[in-house]
């Protein structure tokens, strides 16, 4: 079956610029997270959403950071106003239910921010 | 959520047993280990979890100390594909889910 996908794989943009990067989960996964990973790091984390909403957002680094995820299915990081220290690798997981237990995260290819 | 102190890297023979160590001395009694590992630019993967009793599965052994403030994840007969950086992460399963990842031990295997 389909794993998680993310889109674009590369996006390259300029300081400034206003950027939207897209996570489509596997289907039936309710929960779903954001994370970031600067070259030589591990993945940082961003936010969580459980459905529609989001659980935790504690890890947005600061308000030029948003995410959505409008139907409780697919997924959309927005930044704005981007600055070269964005620039890593956007990671999306999704996984089948939280809040009681373990269960797998399963992560997508992620996305190449590049801000030049 | 506990911190873990992972070898930044390590190298093992093709076809032997790869035993990568994680410390976890501040662990509490409700923190899960858990073991992911991260292929070059792909997203990290699942590879196995424990709390207290030694874990096995299809891809790896985990070997938990019995003060828990150690594991060992044994990758039994390593291959060139099990090259990658691999992870140990300690955490209450019933928190938001997410994962606190460290910088992992980048295991590489060598022919």
């Known amino acids: 079956g389909a794993g998680v996908s993310q889109t674009p794989s590369n996006k390259v943009t300029e300081k400034g610029k206003y950027v939207e990067l897209r996570c489509d989960p596997i289907s039936g996964h309710t929960a779903l997270y954001w994370y970031r990973q600067s070259l030589g790091q591990g993945p940082e984390f961003l936010i969580y959403?459980?459905?529609?909403?989001?659980?935790?957002d504690s890890g947005l680094p600061n308000d030029r950071f948003f995410a959505v995820r409008p139907e409780g299915s697919v997924s959309t990081l927005k930044i704005q106003r981007t600055e070269r220290g964005d620039s890593a690798v956007y990671l999306c997981a999704s996984s089948l239910m939280s809040g009681g237990g373990y269960n797998e995260q399963f992560f997508g290819p992620g996305t190449r921010l590049t801000v030049l | 959520d506990a911190k873990t102190t992972q070898p930044p890297s390590m190298d093992c023979a093709e076809g032997r047993a790869a035993n990568l160590p994680c410390n976890h001395s501040t662990i509490s009694g409700n923190e899960y280990v858990y073991w992911y590992r991260q292929i070059h630019s792909q997203g990290p993967q699942y590879i196995i979890h424990?709390?207290?009793n030694n874990e096995t599965n299809e891809m790896a052994s985990l070997i938990i100390t019995e003060d828990r403030k150690s594991s060992t994840l044994i990758l039994p007969h390593a291959t060139l594909r099990d090259t990658a950086v691999y992870y140990c992460i300690v955490r209450v399963a019933y928190t938001g889910n997410q994962f606190y990842f460290g910088t992992g031990t980048s295991l590489t295997v060598i022919p």
């Open positions: 424990g709390l207290k």
């Open positions: 959403f459980q459905g529609t909403g989001a659980a935790d």
